[in-house]
């Protein structure tokens, strides 16, 4: 298999210039690298009609390209029972029947990090556990032999996270994210994942499941996030932010391309040219802020 970077949006709506940013950074890592890049539609949750094809219609406009077919989660409903099935022969999952609220009224095990899951249905008798079965469908939850982990990030460095029991398959029966994106990358090949900072304290959970299922641990690269003005991560509600919104304004898919190139001390144009002179080690580390494409970025017509 040809070694792959990726971009693995979550269907739940037209793209923003946040998402945008970090797919070109995606495909500008793997690219940079003689990776082949992918796409993958993470549909087990948020999933929207219509979102996928807009997404795809939007990534192919700003130029990022990519390579096979496009995978789907909802059709890899097989792989991850397989994946769930082998750490739970290995003795390493049990059922969890606790609501959100239970969870988060119950006291925190001793020593356990703030926001870990307390343990409550770790060590159910056998009778307590004929009794919950009867009450509820469980969740499948991983049975963790640690409390941290620690991964590398090419523009991160060590980062050292908590690892909880944390679900696998959730009491709805839909595979849990955290255990997908480990199956699929192994799966497609992909061993440089490029994604949003926001994601980065979730990455020794799934460095962690990578180790227990024997796959190679990827390369981590997690990318500043595009905020809006107040600090908080850009969102539809900020305003014109996705390709379809802006040209209503009359700005033009180049402009925002370029725009984006722009932040990342990269040459406008077409991805080949920040391509031929990207290197990771000089993006910016710090968040984007985005105030918009004013009029001094639009074409003004009549104006040199
Ligand atoms: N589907 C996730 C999202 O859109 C990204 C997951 C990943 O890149 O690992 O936030």
Known sequence: ????????????????VGNLRTAILAWLFARSTGRDFLLRVEDLDRARAGAEAEQLRDLAAIGVTWDGAVVRQTDRGAVYDD???????????????????????????????????????????PAELDYKRSTRPAAVRLRSEVTAYTVQD???????????????????GVTAYNLAVVVDDAAQ?????????????????????????????PE????????????????????????????????T??????????????????????LAVFQPGTLPRGPWVWDGIGPSHTATPGLP
Do not use: W
């Open 220 to 251: 981590y690269a997690h990318v500043p996030l595009v905020v809006n003005s107040d600090g908080a991560r850009l969102a539809k509600r900020d305003g014109a932010v996705t390709l379809a919104d802006l040209a209503r304004g009359g700005v």
């Open 154 to 172: 090419v523009l991160q460095g060590e980062f050292t996270g908590v690892v909880d029991d944390f679900v696998l398959r959730r009491n709805d």
């Open 83 to 125: 994946a769930i099935r082998r750490l739970t022969d290995a003795g390493l999952t049990y059922e969890c029947f606790c609501t959100r609220r239970e969870i988060q009224e119950a006291p925190s095990a001793p020593h356990a990090p703030q926001g870990a899951y307390p343990g409550t249905c770790r060590n159910l008798g």
């Open 1 to 16: 298999m040809t070694p792959a970077g990726r971009f693995a949006p979550s269907p739940s709506g037209e793209l923003h």
């Open 189 to 217: 090949g992909i061993d440089q994942v490029v994604r949003g900072d926001d994601l980065l304290p979730s990455t020794p959970r799934q460095a962690y499941l990578a180790s227990l299922l024997d796959i190679p641990v």
């Open 253 to 274: 898919v180049a402009n925002v391309r370029d725009h984006i190139l722009h932040s990342l001390g990269l040459p406008a144009g077409n991805l080949a040219e920040a």
